[in-house]
């Protein structure tokens, strides 16, 4: 009986520690403002919105097209290569459905070559300077906004950063955890950070 309890509480725990890790990944910035910007200095509209491509690319763009028709950028940027060399880039992809969207095209900047997170944040960063763009939110999915506002504020410092995640896409919902790819997503990503941080 006593190892059935003691069996018990170690899948509760480890439960508990997954639930909490997945928390922790989800980082938004603008949770704590209405629908649009406003005045306050969270709440401010950016520079810039960056999308990030990866996972599902397709709502990621989407919420950054969203949050462009908010007021909440006067600029998109789209980062990412593609998977399949023989096609477009990804962010050729994202600017054509945002295009398709009603974006204005002036107002869609693309950065094409970046196959990491780290990329994204180092070439992106190039970019943003060209434009002297000094502020972005910066959207991914769910699980990788944490990781992914780790890297650009190490890797592009002098941008001001804010991380606005897709609430749920097809590879994150509200009960990730009741999903085996929603527990390896977190702990892939726990572990990422965690070399991260041991990087200097």
Same mark, same amino acid.
Request: net charge positive; glycine share 8%; aromatic share 8%.
């Given at each position: =009986? $006593?190892? /059935?309890?003691? =069996?018990?509480?170690?899948?509760?725990?480890? /439960?508990?520690?997954?639930?909490?890790?997945? =928390?922790?990944?989800?980082?938004?910035?603008?949770?704590?403002?209405?629908?649009?910007? @406003?005045?306050?200095?969270?709440?401010?509209?950016?520079?810039? /919105?960056?999308?990030?491509?990866?996972?599902?690319?397709?709502?990621?763009?989407?919420?950054?097209?969203?949050?462009?028709?908010?007021?909440?950028?006067?600029?998109?940027?789209?980062?990412?290569?593609?998977?399949?060399?023989?096609?477009?880039?990804?962010?050729?992809?994202?600017? %054509?459905?945002? +295009?398709?969207?009603?974006?204005? &095209?002036?107002?869609?900047?693309?950065? *094409?070559?970046?196959?990491?997170?780290?990329?994204?944040?180092?070439?992106?960063?190039?970019?943003?300077?060209? $434009?002297?763009? *000094?502020?972005?939110?910066?959207?991914?999915?769910?699980?990788?906004?944490? %990781?992914?506002?780790?890297?650009?504020? %190490?890797?592009?410092?002098?941008? %001001?950063?804010?991380?606005?995640?897709?609430?749920?896409?097809?590879?994150?919902?509200?009960?990730?955890?009741?999903?085996? @790819?929603?527990?390896?997503?977190? +702990?892939?990503?726990?572990? &990422? /950070?965690?070399?991260?941080? =041991?990087?200097?």
């Amino acid at each position: =009986m $006593k190892i /059935i309890r003691w =069996m018990v509480g170690v899948f509760v725990g480890i /439960i508990a520690l997954v639930w909490i890790g997945g =928390m922790y990944l989800t980082r938004d910035d603008l949770s704590v403002c209405q629908v649009g910007p @406003s005045s306050s200095d969270a709440c401010q509209a950016a520079d810039a /919105i960056v999308a990030v491509s990866g996972g599902d690319t397709q709502a990621r763009t989407a919420e950054a097209i969203r949050l462009y028709k908010s007021g909440w950028g006067r600029f998109i940027v789209f980062s990412g290569a593609a998977a399949d060399k023989t096609g477009p880039s990804n962010a050729e992809s994202m600017r %054509r459905q945002a +295009i398709a969207e009603g974006i204005p &095209k002036n107002v869609i900047l693309t950065e *094409e070559l970046s196959e990491t997170t780290r990329q994204n944040a180092m070439k992106t960063g190039e970019l943003l300077r060209q $434009k002297n763009l *000094e502020s972005i939110i910066l959207v991914t999915s769910a699980y990788h906004s944490r %990781r992914a506002s780790l890297e650009f504020a %190490r890797y592009i410092p002098q941008v %001001r950063a804010r991380s606005h995640p897709v609430a749920t896409d097809n590879q994150w919902s509200h009960t990730w955890w009741l999903t085996p @790819s929603g527990w390896q997503l977190t +702990i892939q990503e726990l572990v &990422k /950070i965690i070399w991260f941080t =041991m990087e200097k």
